[in-house]
T-cell receptor, first 112, second 118 residues
Framework: NAGVTQTPKFRVLKTGQSMTLLCAQD?????MYWYRQDPGMGLRLIHY???????AKGEVPDGYNVSRLKKQNFLLGLESAAPSQTSVYFC???????????FGPGTRLTVL | AQSVTQLDSHVSVSEGTPVLLRCNYS??????LFWYVQHPNKGLQLLLK??????LVKGINGFEAEFKKSETSFHLTKPSAHMSDAAEYFC????????????????FGAGTRLAVHP
């Protein structure tokens, strides 16, 4: 079991560029989440999904889009990157009936 | 809405001395509470979880936390710090996830960075 994996690990973008972060889990979890981590602010929920084909907004969704076409994958997209989106992004997953989440290793994104 | 306050942004201890990381929460119901640890440039690992079965919760690596409803606190302790404990620690409370209908949403505190000196 690989658990939760994230691709890529690091990325540098220029303002206005687009990119997609990929999260994959092999635990057959229903729920998946995208967070961003900024210094002194803990983790904040961007978007989440409670099942294949469903997505919902979290606390800080602006500037991001997501898709859950397959149960095991959850994609986070930035259509036009901004310096304010420089952050570390974490993906997590959980079964339906528990509030404990399993986290991926993170993606460090820098937008110049 | 649920919230979490970690009272110290940085804590520094000597190896072999006790560790205390403080957390207060705000909740309108009996929440689940967690402590997660993040080592430098790593993901988050669950240390322990409180779900009302027992007020003293034991976790991995010798850590434990005590739920005190009257004080709305969930402080993390360890009797003797080890160099490998140096990391950032997050106190987390569960909240209602609007889509899905369960308490699967996690609200994170700002984190406490623990330094351990020889």
């Amino acid at each position: 079991n690989a658990g939760v994996t994230q691709t890529p690990k690091f990325r540098v973008l220029k303002t206005g560029q687009s990119m997609t972060l990929l999260c994959a889990q092999d635990m057959n979890h229903e729920y998946m989440y995208w967070y961003r981590q900024d210094p002194g602010m803990g983790l904040r929920l961007i978007h989440y999904s409670v099942g294949e084909g469903t997505t919902a907004k979290g606390e800080v969704p602006d500037g991001y889009n997501v898709s859950r076409l397959k149960k095991q994958n959850f994609l986070l997209g930035l259509e036009s990157a901004a310096p304010s989106q420089t952050s570390v992004y974490f993906c997590a997953s959980s079964p339906r009936d528990t509030d404990g989440q399993f986290f991926g290793p993170g993606t460090r994104l820098t937008v110049l | 809405a649920q919230s979490v306050t970690q009272l110290d942004s940085h804590v520094s201890v000597s190896e072999g001395t006790p560790v205390l990381l403080r957390c207060n929460y705000s909740s309108s119901y009996s929440p689940s509470l967690f402590w997660y640890v993040q080592h430098p440039n790593k993901g988050l690992q669950l240390l322990l979880k409180y779900t009302s079965a027992a007020t003293l919760v034991k976790g991995i690596n010798g850590f434990e936390a005590e739920f005190k409803k009257s004080e709305t606190s969930f402080h993390l302790t360890k009797p003797s710090a080890h160099m490998s404990d140096a990391a950032e620690y997050f106190c987390v409370v569960s909240d209602f996830l609007p889509q899905g209908g369960g308490y699967n949403k996690l609200i994170f505190g700002a984190g406490t960075r623990l330094a351990v000196h020889p």
